[in-house]
């Protein structure tokens, strides 16, 4: 197994449904968080089949190319930009002061010698949807103001009705008048630079698109085309990957379950409906930021052309467009790795009640443990080897806390020093055995957490690497340590799983998969209640 990885959790469906989630590199969970409130919106693009990745969320300047020879061309108007050859980089940045010299034919409304009344026109028109533009004039000692622009050559029937236009809009009076003007403006730009140093700037988010091959975003190789374009920060760029929604995929399910280590088909066909529900479910989910989903923890980890593999590949391609419903609509596909031997319910973690999240015993029919306190009384003395997932080591696992460790944990949670930790006091646990409300006594003060948070406040103290480290899991037992004198010298807490354990359990899908199941089997286990069809998302 690889080193363990953490991320946060959400339930796309759900409001404030939010939660830490952990596993290992190659048993991941998703999805995360929500995105940063909009600034401004964008205008939605109909969904046609490509899904937009973010590999690169946020950069001052974002190197893009091809593995062949590519063009670069300007979004909206398809301008050619710079044509490049196989494996050239140019690196794409953002001004917004570029001189740019420009000559179209404006629209004169007035010429005057006021800049209030300049002022005030520019901003009439722009706010009514025109572009503007002013120039002084020195031998007659006014501002020209211009509402309204067309390219040349002239075409005065074109623009007799654009002038009508403008005039409805009470921005202009039939003495205006069309003429050829030549401008030099200080105008945000995307600016392309090649490695010789020379620029192209461009209004629009410069686009690749190779003639064979991959594009290449920040030195890695993605299927489709690569498109900078600015975020939701208006001053920062994102590298985008466009490309269909199987491909995008191809690059999903291999991050997501590994099938180096996981190469068993039907768990990597169930990963692979899983991936694809999520996509779809979220199509739009960060748009305000120019794209679908990003490409690592908090959406859906993706590793573009150089992540693909032939048995997840494979798994993408049986599963063709197929995806997890409930009542007709795209579920929210939630997964983590390990339940520890029982899913949870979404509100033992999250805020809202999905009917199809439900939690289930990960054992196969009639070998379930009698009960939950049957499952927390396993968590201290494993005695049961029958689980789906018994196999894997998040299965079971413990940690030790000295009261050094444990005061510098709470006191991390609590912002503030609090001396000894008295007691550590499970208040209320869900149907499933996950702890829902958490009480830590100090002599400094009580302080209280509660569903999926708890696994940050109560980290543990990772031995290989001596850090505190978010609880793999809600489903645990804690004791007090006591010496003979009955001294509390520590804490021990005895737990199962990785992850906030909703949804489909990536070890549990693995077990099935091995014990003859087939993915259909494997998902309507988890998913209470769904169908799997044939249906589209909607970018919203």
Same mark, same amino acid.
């Given at each position: 197994?690889?080193?363990?990885?953490?991320?946060?959790?959400?339930?796309?469906?759900?409001?404030?449904?939010?939660?830490?989630?952990?596993?290992?590199?190659?048993?991941?969970?998703?999805?995360?968080?929500?995105?940063?409130?909009?600034?401004?919106?964008?205008?939605?693009?109909?969904?046609?089949?490509?899904?937009?990745?973010?590999?690169?969320?946020?950069?001052?300047?974002?190197?893009?190319?091809? $593995?062949?020879?590519?063009?670069?061309?300007?979004?909206?108007?398809?301008?050619?930009?710079?044509?490049?050859?196989?494996?050239?980089?140019? $690196?794409?940045?953002?001004?917004?002061?570029?001189?740019?010299?420009?000559?179209?034919?404006?629209?004169?409304?007035?010429?005057?010698?006021?800049?209030?009344?300049?002022?005030?026109?520019?901003?009439?028109?722009?706010?009514?949807?025109?572009?503007?533009?002013?120039?002084?004039?020195?031998?007659?000692?006014?501002?020209?103001?211009?509402?309204?622009?067309?390219?040349?050559?002239?075409?005065?029937?074109?623009?007799?009705?654009?002038?009508?236009?403008?005039?409805?809009?009470?921005?202009? $009076?039939?003495?205006?008048?069309?003429?050829?003007?030549?401008?030099?403006?200080?105008?945000?730009?995307?600016?392309?630079?090649?490695?010789?140093?020379?620029?192209?700037?461009?209004?629009?988010?410069?686009?690749?698109?190779?003639?064979?091959?991959?594009?290449?975003?920040?030195?890695?190789?993605?299927?489709?085309?690569?498109?900078?374009?600015?975020?939701?920060?208006?001053?920062?760029?994102?590298?985008?990957?466009?490309?269909?929604?199987?491909?995008?995929?191809?690059?999903?399910?291999?991050?997501?379950?590994?099938?180096?280590?996981?190469?068993?088909?039907?768990?990597?066909?169930?990963?692979?409906?899983?991936?694809?529900?999520?996509?779809?479910?979220?199509?739009?989910?960060?748009?305000?930021?120019?794209?679908?989903?990003?490409?690592?923890?908090?959406?859906?980890?993706?590793?573009?052309?150089?992540?693909?593999?032939?048995?997840?590949?494979?798994?993408?391609?049986?599963?063709?467009?197929?995806?997890?419903?409930?009542?007709?609509?795209?579920?929210?596909?939630?997964?983590?790795?390990?339940?520890?031997?029982?899913?949870?319910?979404?509100?033992?973690?999250?805020?809202?009640?999905?009917?199809?999240?439900?939690?289930?015993?990960?054992?196969?029919?009639?070998?379930?443990?009698?009960?939950?306190?049957?499952?927390?009384?396993?968590?201290?003395?494993?005695?049961?080897?029958?689980?789906?997932?018994?196999?894997?080591?998040?299965?079971?696992?413990?940690?030790?806390?000295?009261?050094?460790?444990?005061?510098?944990?709470?006191?991390?949670?609590?912002?503030?020093?609090?001396?000894?930790?008295?007691?550590?006091?499970?208040?209320?646990?869900?149907?499933?055995?996950?702890?829902?409300?958490?009480?830590?006594?100090?002599?400094?003060?009580?302080?209280?957490?509660?569903?999926?948070?708890?696994?940050?406040?109560?980290?543990?103290?990772?031995?290989?690497?001596?850090?505190?480290?978010?609880?793999?899991? $809600?489903?645990?037992?804690?004791?007090?340590?006591?010496?003979?004198?009955?001294?509390?010298?520590?804490?021990?807490?005895?737990?199962?799983?990785?992850?906030?354990?909703?949804?489909?359990?990536?070890?549990?899908?693995?077990?099935?998969?091995?014990?003859?199941?087939?993915?259909?089997?494997?998902?309507?286990?988890?998913?209470?209640?769904?169908?799997?069809?044939?249906?589209?998302?909607?970018?919203?």
């Amino acid at each position: 197994m690889h080193p363990r990885r953490r991320r946060f959790a959400r339930v796309a469906t759900v409001a404030a449904l939010v939660a830490l989630a952990g596993c290992s590199e190659d048993l991941p969970t998703r999805p995360g968080p929500a995105p940063a409130p909009e600034a401004p919106r964008r205008a939605v693009e109909p969904y046609t089949g490509l899904i937009r990745i973010g590999v690169v969320p946020s950069a001052s300047s974002v190197k893009v190319g091809a $593995t062949a020879s590519y063009e670069v061309r300007e979004k909206e108007t398809n301008a050619l930009l710079l044509t490049g050859a196989a494996g050239e980089v140019v $690196t794409v940045s953002w001004t917004s002061s570029a001189s740019v010299t420009t000559e179209s034919r404006r629209l004169q409304v007035t010429c005057t010698g006021s800049t209030a009344e300049r002022d005030r026109r520019l901003a009439d028109g722009a706010a009514a949807g025109f572009p503007t533009a002013a120039e002084w004039v020195s031998t007659a000692a006014c501002w020209r103001v211009y509402v309204g622009e067309r390219p040349l050559p002239i075409d005065t029937a074109a623009e007799r009705v654009y002038k009508d236009k403008v005039i409805a809009a009470g921005q202009a $009076t039939s003495d205006a008048f069309w003429r050829t003007v030549t401008l030099t403006q200080s105008l945000p730009r995307y600016v392309v630079t090649r490695g010789n140093g020379t620029q192209v700037l461009a209004a629009n988010p410069p686009r690749v698109v190779p003639s064979t091959g991959q594009v290449l975003i920040a030195g890695q190789k993605y299927r489709g085309t690569a498109e900078v374009q600015l975020n939701s920060s208006q001053s920062l760029l994102a590298g985008i990957n466009e490309l269909p929604m199987e491909q995008y995929l191809y690059g999903v399910v291999p991050k997501e379950l590994g099938p180096v280590t996981y190469p068993e088909v039907e768990a990597q066909r169930a990963q692979a409906v899983a991936a694809r529900t999520y996509a779809h479910a979220n199509l739009g989910k960060r748009w305000s930021d120019g794209y679908d989903l990003g490409a690592t923890v908090s959406d859906q980890v993706y590793g573009g052309y150089s992540a693909e593999h032939s048995v997840s590949t494979a798994a993408v391609n049986h599963t063709a467009g197929l995806v997890a419903t409930y009542g007709g609509a795209l579920i929210d596909a939630l997964f983590h790795a390990t339940s520890g031997g029982h899913t949870a319910h979404s509100e033992d973690i999250f805020s809202g009640t999905l009917a199809y999240l439900r939690g289930v015993w990960d054992y196969p029919a009639g070998a379930e443990l009698s009960s939950t306190s049957a499952l927390l009384a396993d968590l201290r003395d494993p005695t049961s080897t029958t689980s789906y997932e018994a196999w894997h080591h998040w299965h079971r696992w413990n940690f030790t806390w000295t009261m050094s460790q444990i005061s510098s944990v709470i006191g991390a949670y609590a912002g503030r020093p609090v001396g000894n930790v008295l007691a550590i006091n499970v208040l209320s646990r869900s149907p499933t055995g996950r702890v829902t409300k958490i009480e830590y006594v100090t002599e400094e003060g009580t302080f209280y957490d509660t569903k999926g948070r708890i696994r940050s406040s109560l980290k543990y103290i990772d031995p290989a690497t001596g850090k505190a480290t978010l609880l793999p899991s $809600t489903l645990f037992v804690i004791d007090r340590l006591v010496d003979a004198s009955g001294q509390t010298t520590g804490y021990k807490v005895y737990g199962g799983g990785n992850g906030h354990g909703i949804g489909l359990s990536q070890t549990g899908a693995v077990g099935m998969a091995r014990a003859g199941h087939t993915y259909p089997q494997i998902l309507k286990k988890y998913y209470t209640g769904i169908a799997i069809e044939q249906k589209v998302g909607t970018r919203s």
